[in-house]
């Protein structure tokens, strides 16, 4: 599985990220649009990000790109399926929800406060979400991640 992460702002969600992707054998990382990296773009270290991912970015292979669209574009011609991690109208609770082919999974997570474009949603083959039992409507992304990867492990029996 490889992940894309479209537009977090915050550093310290990226380096969760990093940490969860590494816990749950995620392959790559793409960091696309705002969302930082272990190093700025002069090179130097995040520290926001490095405190929380504790090393996992030396772990997790990941690639900063402009455009999760175009990315999401290319990988559906390598054969992935491309699932988006959103409360959205179309979406599937995770749980109801069964990848064929853990190793060919995209799952698209975004912006802690406007969540994904419409664009990557349109692009999505599938659009599942955490379902949510108090009176929150959301779980940070960070935490959504987590518990979505480990679902879809459980589910094809690769825990």
């Known amino acids: 599985m490889i992940a894309i992460l479209a537009d977090i702002r ?3 969600n990226t380096g969760s990220l990093f ?4 816990a749950a054998g995620v392959e790559k990382l793409y960091l ?15 520290e926001k ?8 970015e030396k772990a997790v292979a990941w690639e900063h790109i402009r455009s999760a669209a175009r990315l999401v574009d290319i990988l559906k011609k ?6 988006a991690l959103e409360q959205a109208r179309s979406a ?15 799952l698209v997570v975004g912006n802690e406060i406007k969540g994904l474009s419409r664009a990557l949603l349109k692009r999505a083959d599938r659009v599942v979400y955490v379902p949510m039992y108090g009176k929150k409507e ?11 990867v480990y679902q879809f492990r459980a589910t094809i029996g690769k825990l």
Do not use: M, Q
Not at 32 to 46: E, F, Q
Not at 78 to 83: Q, R
Not at 92 to 106: G, H, I, Y
């Open 10 to 12: 915050s550093s310290h």
């Open 92 to 106: 599937t609770s995770l749980f109801d929800a069964r990848p064929k082919n853990f190793s060919k999974l995209a």
């Open 78 to 83: 390598d054969g992935f399926d491309i699932w």
């Open 19 to 22: 940490r969860t992707a590494d």
């Open 32 to 46: 696309a649009g705002v969302t930082s990296g272990p190093k700025d773009r002069y090179g130097r270290p995040n």
């Open 138 to 148: 959301s779980l940070n992304v960070a935490v959504a991640f987590g518990i979505a």
């Open 49 to 56: 990000l490095l405190k929380v991912a504790l090393g996992a």
